[in-house]
């Protein structure tokens, strides 16, 4: 699948969220995440995406970041 940019989000601090669109169909979201630098972290892929649950998983990546714990990177 291929999708297109359709906004970057700062709803949560220390972290940018990127809302993209699946092209050919357009039914299809996909959040991904830059937090605290790190890049790439795929959030959410699917058809219905609550904003709430897309900011509570940033914020429990973000802290765990913070708090030290490395096997946050073994996902």
């Given at each position: 699948?291929?999708?297109k940019?359709?906004?970057?989000?700062?709803?949560?601090?220390?972290?940018?969220?990127?809302?993209?669109?699946?092209?050919?169909?357009?039914?299809?979201?996909?959040?991904?995440?830059?937090?605290?630098?790190?890049?790439?972290?795929?959030?959410?892929?699917?058809?219905?995406?609550?904003?709430?649950?897309?900011?509570?998983?940033v914020?429990?990546?973000?802290?765990?970041?913070?708090s030290?714990?490395?096997?946050?990177?073994?996902?």
């Open positions: 699948m291929k999708f940019r359709l906004a970057v989000h700062h709803w949560v601090a220390g972290a940018k969220i990127t809302e993209s669109i699946e092209r050919e169909f357009g039914d299809v979201r996909r959040f991904t995440a830059t937090i605290r630098g790190w890049q790439n972290w795929v959030i959410y892929e699917g058809k219905n995406s609550d904003p709430s649950s897309i900011i509570a998983i914020k429990e990546i973000r802290d765990r970041i913070d030290g714990d490395e096997t946050v990177f073994n996902k």
